[in-house]
């Protein structure tokens, strides 16, 4: 028994004449009975009890019909399913992501991409660097988002923004007050960082120790959350991503300072497994978040929300300072 007859037989049930079903599936007549007649033959028992003006199921017909029911509504849902996965409308990815990417970079890609094709379901894993790539590699998640540089030739490596790592600190702390800052200044102020396997503390204490500035750590804590609090609690200075204090400068709970001929950048970027296949939603996706990260995310747009910080502070020590930060 093959899916045409049997929606052949539904169609000519439904109806309970094969003249009216077959002008619904533009067969001819004499075509439909040859179908019906070939169905009941395979299945050693009459269908259809015929001689009236409408034909009626016998029981082998009725017990066919309900299965014909659940069988031809569970392979339209199929191919339904299907044509939405290969569109690139439905489907499951699993993302992972470092502490910055995945708190405060990746959030804002998701949100956008789901405002465009909100049936997509989209999970995703903050870990380390090294736990998200193990992860890539035993294939449980479809691709991640790090800020490291990878040069394992066993991952494909695609930029989506720049990320500048920058220098915060409480706005009653002494060093807001600078007219400018440079990195002589820092050495020995006591520094709020992240654990020790943190990709940014390794950048910013391999930038700052290639600068000559000893690096006196006042506190270690867990993750960028942590680091923000301290400094807002004039515990101590710290270096994590702008994207991490955009709302937090915004609101002036925290300052940007400025480093006099000192920037620190580096580039966010989708990592996934060498010969990975992508799903056309993952396809999708990828293609999204680095056009989403072109535009929305990299040095343009940095530049774009620049002038806003400006006018989040109130005295004009402070304003100075960022005018000479961004100025």
């Known amino acids: 028994m093959n899916l045409h007859h049997l929606r052949i037989f539904h169609t000519v049930a439904q109806r309970r004449s094969i003249t009216a079903a077959a002008a619904d599936l533009l067969l001819s007549q004499p075509a439909v009975s040859l179908q019906l007649k070939a169905l009941e033959k395979e299945l050693g028992l009459p269908l259809f009890e015929r001689g009236g003006p409408k034909l009626r199921l016998t029981q082998a017909g009725e017990v066919l019909h ?6 031809l509504s569970a392979q339209d849902e ?4 299907i044509l ?3 569109d690139g409308t439905k489907g499951r990815l699993i993302l992972g ?3 910055t990417g995945g708190m405060y970079v990746l959030p804002k890609v998701v949100q956008a991409y789901k405002s465009l094709w909100p ?3 989209i999970v995703f894993h903050i870990g380390t660097t090294d736990q998200i790539l193990e992860k890539l ?3 449980v998640l479809d691709m991640g988002l790090v800020g490291a540089p990878i040069e394992d030739r066993r991952f494909v490596v695609e930029p989506i923004c720049t990320d500048e790592l920058v220098l915060i600190a409480a706005p009653s702390h002494p060093i807001v007050s600078l007219a400018k800052v440079t990195l002589r200044d820092l050495g020995g102020m006591p520094f709020i960082v992240p654990e020790a396997d943190s990709r940014t503390r390794q950048l910013v204490e391999r930038k700052l120790r290639e600068a000559g500035v000893p690096l006196r750590i006042a506190m270690q804590l867990p993750g ?3 680091v923000k609090r301290a400094v807002e609690a004039r515990l101590g200075i710290g270096m994590v991503s702008g994207y991490a204090v955009e709302n937090e400068c915004l609101t002036g709970v925290l300052r940007r300072v400025p480093i006099e001929d000192f920037r620190l950048t580096r580039t966010m970027n989708i990592v996934f497994r060498t010969q990975k296949y992508f799903s056309p939603v993952g396809s999708r996706f990828r293609e999204f978040a680095k056009s989403f990260g072109a535009q929305h995310l990299g040095p343009l747009a940095a530049e774009a929300r620049r002038p806003l910080a ?3 502070g109130t005295a004009g020590g402070r304003k100075k300072n960022e005018r000479s930060a961004h100025g």
């Open 119 to 121: 049936e997509t379901e």
């Open 66 to 71: 309900r299965a014909a029911v659940s069988i």
């Open 137 to 139: 590699l035993q294939n």
């Open 310 to 312: 400006r006018h989040a």
């Open 224 to 226: 960028t959350e942590g």
């Open 97 to 99: 992501a470092g502490t």
């Open 84 to 86: 939405e996965l290969r």
């Open 78 to 81: 199929a191919e339904r399913a």
